[in-house]
């Protein structure tokens, strides 16, 4: 009987850790009670006990716990990360912890308890004798094996160069990175007046050319499920709509290309079509971007055809050279079987 009893009240203080960790403010002792259905007694001891330990954080101000992300590894990473991605849009000037800790959600001292270890590895830093917290250049590392190596960029780099000199507007290419898109390498447009992101910069699939041309060649049940699992908001005063969208999506299928006005960025346009791989599936997205004024939709779709016919020539271009380069290794292995054989023969 105490072994049923005690099994009962571990499960109960998981659901406790498990309702905290996924609520982005602090909650009271009668809010958690109310929620798990269960006695604000019972609640209460499963609360000191795991406060005790350590897992949670009860404020002195207003009596509400937060979880402090020590049950599981992930649950603290998921944290570093979040207060990594605060940290970034508060470049260059720094952010107190304090707000760095609002921004996420998390008490203050949980908030320093991550910030320091993310500190002694040099991913943050801290202003000598204050409390601005800055993100560090070493997040810089992680994006160069992407910049060195990144066969995508390699391969589309002279086409890029050669569509930002025929049409003098922005030319970007973007990678998919979950549910959004990252600039990762841009051409900035020549004019006076032109629109360009900078390199880094995520946007959302469902908003603009480039992030529909990606969304339009994933496989349907994972497009549908990007649909279906993320909160489709405006930006501009284009408003995104489920309907819509999946209507959208099978248009830039047929003819491989997407258009877009003013959906990301007021007064914006863009036309874009995705890098395929050999199996069909989206790797990359290449696209243009200029202002409305500068063009019309019959322009654009006549950039995305012809977007469309180079990237084709480019991956037939690339497939002959592939086979080339393999014909060529074939030629030589036999080459060298034969003069294996001729040394050996008696």
């Known amino acids: 009987m105490a072994n049923s009893y005690q099994l009962q009240t571990l499960a109960r203080a998981l659901d406790v850790l498990e309702l905290l960790e996924r609520t982005s403010k602090p909650m009271s002792l009668t809010e958690i009670a109310e929620v798990l259905g269960e006695a604000t007694a019972i609640v209460y001891r499963i609360l000191h006990t795991l406060e005790n330990r350590g897992y949670l954080y009860r404020r002195p101000e207003d009596k509400r716990y937060s979880y402090t992300g020590r049950s599981t590894g992930a649950g603290a990473v998921s944290r570093a990360v979040d207060l990594l991605l605060a940290a970034a849009e508060n470049v260059p000037g720094g952010a107190p ?6 921004r996420v959600g998390l008490d203050s001292r949980v ?24 993100l560090s250049h070493t997040v810089m590392a992680l994006s160069r094996p992407f910049l060195n190596s990144d066969d995508v960029l390699s391969r589309v780099r002279p086409l890029m160069e050669r569509l930002h000199v025929d049409t003098r507007e922005t030319v970007s290419l973007f990678h998919r990175a979950g549910d959004s898109q990252v600039v990762t390498s841009v051409l900035p447009s020549p004019h006076p007046v032109r629109y360009a992101l900078d390199i880094g910069t995520t946007v959302p699939l469902y908003l603009g050319a480039a992030g529909k041309a990606m969304m339009a060649f994933l496989p349907e049940s994972e497009a549908e499920a990007l649909i279906r699992n993320h909160r489709i908001t405006a930006l501009t005063r284009y408003i995104p709509r489920t309907g819509a969208l999946r209507k959208e999506l099978k248009s830039i299928h047929r003819r491989g290309y997407a258009i877009s006005n003013g959906e990301r960025v007021e007064g914006a346009s ?12 989206p790797i990359a997205v290449l696209g243009l971007m200029m202002p409305s004024f500068r063009t019309s939709d019959g322009e654009l779709h006549g950039l995305g055809e012809k977007l469309v016919k180079e990237l084709n020539l480019l991956r037939v271009a690339t497939a002959q050279r592939q086979s080339a380069c393999s014909a060529s290794l074939e030629a030589e292995r036999a080459s060298s079987r034969r003069d294996e054989n001729s040394v050996n023969r008696p």
């Open 97 to 102: 912890a304090e707000q760095l800790a609002r």
């Open 111 to 134: 908030t320093e308890e991550i910030l320091i270890p993310l500190r002694e590895k040099g991913w943050i830093r801290q202003e000598d004798g204050s409390d601005q917290w800055h």
């Open 270 to 281: 863009a036309v874009a079509v995705p890098v395929l791989r050999e199996d069909g599936y």
